[in-house]
């Protein structure tokens, strides 16, 4: 071994290269750390160590930042302490080159995962994707996804709920913009996809483990927003007054029509096609592929019907794309003609899908049970039309104030408050 020196960041930097052969200059502070300098130029912290009787190389980094003298003297002793143990440097960083990042599983799940789950709905991968690449890649794309702790993903989905990931910008389609929002819903949800991500690579066995079990995902309440008939008649009326003014097509004031009247899921009637459409069975009929819940019937009153009738029919789609290069076949752009509706209606607050709950409440004000209510939306689970439950209790309450007034009326003596 040559000659050691102290390594320094001003002797490092004065060292030029001998175009002939490489230098290696051994520092005396960590015995077998040194300093290789190649013809190029360019400059390496490295270490020789003993595995056995075998003598190796290993390289620890580049000089320059993370790897200055001091931190690579650090990295160096840990390898070195291990080496002596038996454990060996270079299969260790093989190994570590070998496991996954998040953001490259994060490419295998959408690509491999929909395989592995058949029946889950080509719509909810894409929120998935949708959830993937716009808060979990940028918080933690590249970091080793074995390596990850919960604390990690704790971390994650609270910067997610304070908008650290929130984007709105324009998204490069003609008069779009993107919008990606945080929250504690949002994150919760991340979480949720990337938990399931997780588990799924467990089970393809990329994972040895699941590494961020037991994080604690945010409570969210769910927001319910019903519209009255009021309210209902002033989208109509606010719809109209934008059709005439050319700034909302009018396929979207049909699509918005249709979802007040049936209660149906956005997706099912913006995507409609009409062989999907049954008027003699008054019924608009949606394959396993078309609806969240599987196969299922919805029935059209007599005013729904008269909507439909007024269709003229283009091609396979009720409401088909108005642009021959559009990616579905169908008309696109909902979203932002109902943000133009409500505000023209005075009712910023009302969400797309708060007019499938209102149908929900108009059913229970009619006196409907609620397994009847499940029944119209699709429901396949009666936990998950009991959120409506507490709507049938107004016609119960009608009933018992009557019957109080009725018993209370004969009284002289009030009842005490």
């Excluded at 709920?161 to 984007?167: L, S």
């Excluded at 938990?195 to 040895?208: D, E, N, T, Y």
């Excluded at 009991?386 to 009326?409: F, K, M, Q, T």
């Amino acid at each position: 071994m040559q000659d050691r020196v102290k390594l320094t960041k001003r002797y490092i930097d004065a060292q030029t290269p001998d175009p002939e052969k490489e230098r290696w200059i051994w520092d005396s502070e960590v015995r077998g750390l040194f300093l290789r300098i190649y013809q190029s130029g360019e400059k390496r912290f490295a270490m020789k160590f003993r595995i056995g009787r075998q003598q190796k190389v290993f390289t620890i980094g580049t000089v320059g930042s993370p790897w200055t003298i001091e931190t690579a003297r650090e990295h160096a002793k840990e390898q070195l302490r291990d080496a002596s143990l038996g454990v060996d440097p270079q299969k260790r960083k093989a190994a570590a080159r070998a496991e996954p990042t998040v953001s490259e599983l994060i490419d295998r799940y959408l690509k491999e995962g929909p395989a592995d789950k058949p029946n889950k709905r080509a719509a909810t991968w894409e929120q998935d994707r949708s959830s993937l690449h716009s808060h979990i890649r940028p918080l933690l794309g590249s970091r080793i996804a074995a390596h990850l702790k919960p604390s990690d993903l704790a971390k994650a989905q609270s910067e997610i709920a304070a908008g650290k990931t929130a984007v709105s910008a324009l998204s490069g389609k003609k008069r779009g913009r993107l919008n990606i929002t945080g929250g504690k819903t949002t994150a919760s949800r991340c979480t949720i996809i990337f938990q399931a991500m997780m588990a799924w690579a467990v089970k393809r066995k990329i994972l040895v483990a699941h590494p961020t079990l037991g994080v604690v995902r945010y409570k969210t309440e769910k927001r319910e927003r019903f519209i009255s008939v009021d309210e209902v008649q002033k989208v109509f009326e606010a719809t109209e007054r934008l059709e005439k003014r050319g700034e909302v097509r009018s396929e979207f004031g049909v699509i918005i029509r249709l979802l007040i009247l049936t209660g149906a899921r956005r997706g099912e009637i913006q995507g409609l096609q009409w062989r999907e459409v049954d008027i003699d069975r008054r019924s608009i009929v949606l394959p396993d592929a078309r609806s969240k819940t599987g196969a299922r019937r919805i029935p059209l009153s007599d005013a729904a019907i008269e909507v439909l009738e007024g269709i003229k029919r283009k091609s396979d789609y009720v409401f088909p794309a108005n642009r021959v290069n559009a990616a579905s076949g169908h008309t696109v752009g909902l979203p932002r003609a109902w943000r133009a509706i409500r505000e023209e209606a005075g009712l910023d607050d009302l969400r797309i899908h708060d007019l499938r709950h209102s149908f929900a409440s108009f059913a229970a004000e009619a006196g409907a049970s609620l397994q009847l209510i499940g029944k119209a939306l699709g429901h396949t689970q009666m936990r998950t039309t009991e959120r409506y439950a507490h709507l049938r209790d107004d016609p119960l309450h009608a009933l018992v104030n009557e019957i109080g007034e009725r018993l209370n009326s004969g009284r002289k003596v009030p009842i005490a408050k």
